[in-house]
């Protein structure tokens, strides 16, 4: 079974940066792509960026900019650097992982942007 473990939400002031982390349980799996997606409460998950096993990235336009994404060298890590932040990206955080066994979710780190 894989888990995704999050890290590194919490708070942050208007204009600020916090970085997420997120490493899945298998190292020895493959996850072609691995991103973030983001909850508020009451609203659908959305995406918030992924990136492939070839560190092919893809963001949206809310946080073309902003935030970056990125896999470590182990390629089961990935990571989204958040800077500029609004508070707008108040929201759980979600990270994912997809291969051919399956759709993977992490239990959600909490990230709130206000002054």
């Known amino acids: 079974q894989v888990q995704l473990v999050e890290s590194g939400g919490g708070m942050a002031q208007p204009g600020g940066s916090l970085r997420l982390s997120c490493a899945a349980s298998r190292s020895d799996v493959n996850y072609p792509v691995m991103g973030w997606h983001r909850q508020i409460p009451g609203k659908q998950r959305e995406l918030v960026g992924l990136?492939?096993?070839?560190?092919?990235?893809h963001l949206v336009d809310s946080v073309k900019g902003r935030f970056t994404i990125s896999r470590g060298d182990a390629k089961n890590t990935v990571d989204l650097q958040m800077t500029a932040l609004e508070p707008e990206d108040t929201a759980i955080y979600y990270c994912n992982a997809q291969n051919l066994r399956g759709e993977f979710w992490g239990q959600g780190t909490q990230v709130t942007v206000s002054s």
């Open positions: 990136i492939t096993f070839g560190n092919v990235t």
